[in-house]
């Protein structure tokens, strides 16, 4: 349907007279202490930087998800491309067409909101063909098109019921059939199913997947759960502090972090990081850390030698998942907390005071780890070695 690029795209919020104030005493403060220059947003003449430098390329029909901690720029970015907020710098062009000025209505698209945004008085039928009727479409094809999108949701039996009447997943469906009834070019969804509980929330992502299959647009999806954003997109784009800090499918993000930050925030449970060093022995490139020397994979080698990264103290990351345990020298970890998680078990350990956690199968038996000293080991293809000046991965 369309093409969307953002070409050096930037949000600045200006100062009000109150934020003025706030803006010079958090000048004086961190003249006076310059531990408070670690604040989440850039601070400017202009005003507060809530989202810069971003460039972003998404292809027709691509699934693109924008993920990140809350007020990492990322609705924010989303509501710009809707027109719902105004770019500051920058270029938004959808289909070719540049978008800065036009109005939210004239760009074709259509969004879906956290809170459902219903019409109580109306029902699931007049909700979701509202915006085709104040268009003046005709009326047998709004109903034509009302049923296809309810038909594709599942939400046939609904249509003659008010919201009130529905649950939090029925509801969401209608949010999202009113938004495809006017067959966008691109289709937002802000955090669509944060309001859901678990159960919910793993059927509606189903849905979702589904209803991506049926439907021939681009979507832009924004959230703060790293689940739904490894599950859904096509891409993925990490977002910190209103930057970009990695744009990749799913499956790279997760195996090749650009840096510790996007390692810690993409996996469940987050990855584990060690005090090490990085050492070449026998020409070969190793992490010494605990008391056990690991060379890194051939692939890891070449990376490595490549940029000429010298032997240096590094920050050693590790999944949960990629740990093992062992009876022939490892790193020694204290068990605080075991957790059954039925297959396996996640052992929360002390590992020279520093929280570790190990996925370790259980294979049908019943094994109490609590408050015993335990042996970790892993191997050279799952280390990842990070700059403790800047954090970013030493292979790129």
């Known amino acids: 349907m369309a093409e969307v690029i953002l070409k050096n795209v930037k949000k600045v919020y200006p100062f009000g ?30 005003g507060v930087v809530a989202v810069q ?5 998404i292809a027709d029909k691509e699934f693109i998800v924008l993920v990140g901690p809350s007020g990492c720029g990322k609705s924010t970015t989303l509501r710009m491309v809707a027109g719902l907020e105004e770019i500051t710098s920058g270029e938004l062009y959808i289909d070719g067409n540049l978008m800065n000025s036009v109005e939210p209505k004239d760009r074709d698209i259509a969004m879906v909101f956290q809170s459902y945004a219903l019409y109580p008085h109306m029902t699931v039928r007049e909700n979701m063909g509202y915006s085709l009727k104040i268009k003046k479409v005709p009326k047998d094809e709004i109903e034509r098109k009302v049923n296809e999108a309810a038909e ?15 649950s939090g997943g029925q509801r969401q469906r209608v949010a999202i059939g009113r938004a495809i009834v006017r067959d966008p070019k691109v289709l937002l969804m802000d955090e669509p199913l944060s309001n859901l509980d678990a159960k919910l929330r793993n059927q509606m992502r189903a849905e979702i997947i589904k209803l991506r299959k049926r439907i021939n647009t681009t979507f832009i999806y924004v959230t703060h759960d790293q689940t739904e954003a490894m599950t859904l997109g096509d891409r993925i784009v990490v977002m910190k502090d209103g930057f970009i800090q990695q744009i990749g499918t799913p499956q790279e993000v997760y195996d090749h972090p650009r840096n510790q930050f996007v390692s810690g925030f993409i996996g469940t449970p987050q990855m584990n990081y060690f ?22 994979s051939e692939e890891k080698q070449a990376r490595l030698k490549g940029l000429n990264v010298e032997p240096q103290a590094v920050t050693l990351g590790v999944r949960p998942d990629h740990i093992q345990l062992t009876d022939k020298g490892g790193v020694k970890g204290l068990v605080e907390v075991s957790e059954l998680m039925g297959p396996s078990c996640h052992l929360h ?31 050279g293809e799952v280390c990842h070695v990070f700059s403790k000046e800047d954090q970013h991965n030493l292979e790129y």
């Open 17 to 46: 007279d109150t934020e003025k104030k706030q803006k010079k005493n958090l000048k004086k403060a961190q003249e006076e202490n310059p531990e408070t220059n670690k604040v989440n947003l850039q601070i400017t003449e202009e």
């Open 53 to 57: 430098e971003f460039n972003l390329d």
């Open 152 to 166: 594709i949701l599942d939400i046939t039996q609904y249509l003659d019921r008010k919201p009130k009447a529905l």
């Open 275 to 296: 005090d090490a060093e990085l050492a070449i022995e026998n020409g070969k490139y190793v992490v010494k850390t605990g008391g056990i020397t690991v060379a890194l």
């Open 349 to 379: 350990m002390d590992v020279d005071g520093k929280d570790v956690i190990a996925i370790v199968p259980t294979e049908g038996k019943a094994v109490d780890y609590m408050g015993k000293t335990v042996e970790l080991t892993f191997n």
